[in-house]
């Protein structure tokens, strides 16, 4: 069935793996699938396009069968049929949708108990995918497994006072780190000024959860969206091109 989805989050995953996800007119958070998985190079359309949160795409998804909670939202998505770009939606309409998809609270928005600030039991849940108020973002890191794997970490309070500390897998914020890294930028001086940019106007922070392992479903920061704009407009193709510091004064 064709639908136009607004997309809300572009996720990293590993081995050049992507996740994307959006909402329809009604806010229904969707979830296309592939059956052999979602690579970066699935995020660039036949006419040059990109597929990127604030635009708004044609596609043809199918509702998957037998979906295990949390993830009700997956729809498998044809790429047999025409994918199309249609529009970059306003300003005005992003920060509409963000309000109106979001909670104030980590368990209020995903309908569950959370454990340890970080993870949801497998097969408990309304949702994996929700848009969150955050009290206030107090601290961005990284973590070094080894030269290839990289994490980044984002430490925020919800309305309840409860304290979380995890992973950010938006491409956009990747994109961003990666790129004044390789600017030369130290990663002490990018932590503070992401934090401060964050926590200068209002912050939606986007959050999914994993995939099950080991029974539970981890806790994952899928987009982080500020007004104004930290990036003024900017996505994450756009950055790639900048040779040096992309950030508005």
Not at 108 to 123: C, I, K, M, S
């Amino acid at each position: 069935m064709e639908t136009l989805l607004l997309i809300t989050e572009v996720t990293t995953m590993r081995d050049g793996r992507v996740c994307i996800a959006g909402v329809d007119r009604t806010y229904k958070a969707i979830r296309p699938v592939l059956p052999h998985h979602i690579y970066k190079r699935h995020l660039y359309l036949s006419t040059g396009q990109a597929i990127y949160p604030r635009a708004v795409i044609s596609l043809d998804l199918t509702p998957e069968d037998d979906l295990d909670r949390p993830h009700l939202e997956d729809c498998r998505w044809d790429t047999t049929q025409p994918t199309t770009f249609e529009r970059e939606t306003s300003p005005d309409n992003w920060k509409r949708v963000l309000t109106e998809t979001a909670a104030t609270s980590i368990e209020d928005l995903f309908g569950t108990e959370v454990h340890r600030g970080e993870n949801v039991a497998a097969g408990s849940g309304l949702r994996s995918l929700g848009t969150l108020v955050p009290e206030r973002i107090t601290n961005l890191w990284h973590k070094s497994h080894d030269q290839r794997q990289h994490q980044y970490r984002l430490e925020f309070y919800d309305s309840t006072g409860q304290q979380f500390d995890i992973p950010i897998n938006d491409l956009t914020v990747q994109t961003y780190i990666q790129r004044l890294q390789h600017n030369g930028f130290k990663m002490d001086y990018i932590e503070t000024l992401l934090v401060d940019r964050f926590n200068r106007g209002e912050v939606y922070l986007r959050l999914g959860l994993t995939r099950p392992w080991n029974g539970w479903c981890w806790l994952q920061v899928t987009g982080v969206y500020t007004f104004p704009d930290y990036l003024a407009g900017k996505n994450f193709t756009e950055i790639e091109l900048f040779s040096e510091d992309p950030t508005p004064n």
